[in-house]
């Protein structure tokens, strides 16, 4: 066996060699403190992921309720792919169901998607939280009128 790499120096390198020491069931060599930490990380990856497409998809739809003079096909594009991938990666891990039912989650993400539309419209008059349910929001015939 090589000698155990530090994750500090190269943590490619340090999961390459957990991976092979898992799987040749050396368990008495890991680095259990940060796999742990990288498992935990995995979990918060994809909740980023979640938020990030929701907040997208909810500027879009921002942007299609308050600027209806700007409505074009490429909003639209955006609306139809954001809720496929937000229904796929809902499907794929489905304990991030929870996560639609989070107070705090949604306060985030409703805040990052307001200040998006913001930055890119000028406008500032938006509701303080989200005004739609999560249903309609991934519903692919639901638009805000």
């Not at 259990?32 to 998809?57: P, T, Y």
């Not at 942007?63 to 700007?70: A, F, L, S, T, V």
């Not at 074009?72 to 809902?90: C, D, F, M, P, Y």
Request: with cysteine; net charge negative; glycine share 2%.
């Amino acid at each position: 066996m090589p000698q155990i790499r530090a994750y500090e120096d190269d943590v490619v390198a340090w999961a390459d060699q957990q991976a092979a020491l898992l799987r040749v069931r050396r368990f008495e060599l890991l680095d259990i403190e940060h796999l742990a930490e990288e498992i935990e990380d995995v979990g918060k990856s994809e909740q980023r992921e979640l938020a990030s497409r929701m907040a997208v998809l909810l500027a879009h739809l921002l942007k299609w309720r308050y600027q209806p003079e700007r409505r074009g096909a490429s909003w639209e594009a955006t609306i139809r792919v954001q809720r496929k991938a937000l229904v796929a990666h809902l499907a794929r891990v489905p304990s991030l169901e929870a996560i639609l039912r989070d107070t705090d989650w949604w306060t985030g993400t409703w805040a990052d998607a307001v200040t998006k539309v913001i930055d890119e419209t000028g406008l500032a008059d938006f509701p303080d939280q989200c005004p739609w349910a999560v249903e309609d929001i991934l519903d692919s015939n639901w638009m805000p009128q």
